[in-house]
């Protein structure tokens, strides 16, 4: 039996977003709307081959969002005034193909979701999701160029109103 072998960039990549997604957030701790890649990790190349896919097909950003209590309605105004023309800006630059933004009606106590909010943008590959963060901070300094707004919605105002329950970047499965 031949020895399974992982490509560096796949295998790092594993490994960071598992230990991102088990890292403990410290009380009072800022949050940024996407956050930073883990430094050292770097995408899989197109020719690089994940576990269960080829390195080709389409790349998903998911993202577990939760409004804090009594802010959903904030939080969904937020989303409707402020994320969608970000949200519209990252397909017209081509970084996404899509998204979609969801609510969930059973959000609670287990069994229930610990969430209430679900993002999802479909990428065309890993170059755009390397692309994605350095684009998306670009939109906002375009559409909120003052300094001092943009400290305002998204480091007090978006903590204030929802948090990251977790993130997963997911990949088309090659059935072939």
């Known amino acids: 039996?031949?020895?399974?072998?992982?490509?560096?960039?796949?295998?790092?990549?594993?490994?960071?977003?598992?230990?991102?997604?088990?890292s403990p957030r410290p009380a009072g701790a800022a949050e940024t709307t996407r956050p930073p890649r883990p430094t050292g990790t770097a995408a899989p190349a197109a020719t690089d081959v994940p576990l269960g896919t080829t390195g080709l097909g389409h790349v998903y950003h998911f993202e577990y969002l939760r409004a804090r209590p009594g802010r959903t309605r904030d939080y969904d105004r937020f989303v409707r005034t402020t994320f969608r023309p970000m949200l519209e800006e990252m397909v017209r630059r081509g970084i996404w193909l899509h998204y979609t933004f969801m609510a969930v009606p059973?959000?609670?106590?287990?069994?229930?979701?610990?969430?209430?909010?679900?993002?999802?943008?479909?990428?065309?590959n890993f170059?755009?999701?390397?692309?994605?963060?350095?684009?998306?901070?670009?939109?906002?300094?375009?559409?909120?160029?003052?300094?001092?707004?943009?400290?305002?919605?998204?480091?007090v105002e978006l903590p204030?109103?929802?948090?990251?329950?977790?993130?997963?970047?997911?990949k088309d499965f090659e059935w072939k």
């Open 106 to 124: 059973y959000a609670g106590p287990a069994p229930c979701a610990d969430y209430t909010h679900v993002f999802i943008a479909e990428l065309p």
């Open 127 to 155: 170059a755009a999701l390397d692309r994605e963060e350095p684009i998306w901070t670009e939109i906002q300094k375009k559409l909120h160029p003052d300094e001092k707004e943009r400290h305002q919605l998204f480091e």
């Open 160 to 170: 204030g109103i929802r948090e990251m329950v977790r993130e997963e970047i997911l």
């Open 1 to 22: 039996m031949k020895p399974l072998s992982i490509p560096l960039p796949v295998l790092s990549l594993v490994i960071s977003l598992a230990l991102l997604a088990a």
